[in-house]
């Protein structure tokens, strides 16, 4: 059974940090990978989706990389901001399932 | 709009009265799926569905139903509620073609039930 794993479970930073939350599975037969955005009381808001094949995506401050072999990804955000500041998901499909870390909740600091 | 809507967005209610959470996507998407979240256990697949009349088991299936009887609606169904399928409920839709691999999952704002 796939299991996805995300790590810090909780981070602060102060504004204009560069920062890296990471999400690791156990299975590397999947599909694609999508890191998603969670404001609280709100659903999930697609920020990124990486396929098996890539090594990476990028969004305006946000970059996802993937390695399949070693069942990690990251998100890198450049130069955090005040707005930035949720709970971040990532998320594996792997074969017709959808299986989802616990998330980490940054706090940006003005 | 591309949305996906559920409703209703909140519910209390009683241990053992039958309730049906409706989702319904305009996106023409073949897939369809339950998630619940709860409090560090992340958000954990209930069914899903990959075209009409097909519907299958996720992780947490038990306790509740679902039905897929036109491509656009995807309801979740709990027979007899009890307290601990209080939680926060999402619906999600993507397509489902061959070479879907690069189309992202669109998940409604979530419906929060509380079972008494």
């Known amino acids: 059974k796939q299991e996805v794993t995300q790590i810090p479970a909780a981070l602060s930073v102060p504004e204009g940090e560069n920062l890296v939350l990471n999400c690791s599975f156990t299975?590397?037969?999947?599909?694609?990978l999508q890191w998603f955005r969670q404001d609280p009381g709100k659903g999930l808001t697609s920020l990124l989706l990486?396929?098996?094949?890539?090594r990476e995506q990028t969004s305006g401050r946000l970059n996802a990389s993937l390695d399949k072999s070693s069942g990690r990804s990251t998100l890198y955000i450049a130069a955090s901001q005040p707005g930035d500041s949720a709970t971040y998901l990532c998320a594996v499909k792997h074969f017709n399932k959808f299986y989802f870390g616990s998330g980490t909740k940054l706090n940006v600091k003005p | 709009e591309a949305q996906v809507t559920q409703n209703p967005r909140y519910l209390i209610t009683v241990t053992g009265k039958k309730l049906t959470v409706t989702c319904s996507q305009n996106?023409?998407?073949?897939?369809m799926s339950w998630y619940r979240q709860d409090p560090g256990l992340g958000l954990r697949q209930i069914y899903y569905?990959?075209?009409?009349?097909?519907?299958d088991k996720g992780d947490v299936p038990e306790g509740y139903k679902v039905s897929r009887k036109e491509k656009r609606n995807f309801p979740l169904i709990l027979e007899s509620p009890s307290p601990n399928q209080t939680s926060l409920y999402f619906c999600?839709?993507?397509?489902?073609?061959?070479?879907?691999?690069?189309?992202?999952?669109?998940f409604g704002d979530g419906t929060r039930l509380s079972i008494l």
């Open positions: 990486i396929q098996s094949s890539q």
């Open positions: 996106m023409n998407h073949e897939y």
């Open positions: 999600a839709s993507s397509p489902f073609q061959v070479d879907s691999s690069n189309q992202p999952q669109h």
């Open positions: 569905s990959m075209n009409v009349e097909v519907t």
């Open positions: 299975d590397s037969a999947i599909y694609n």
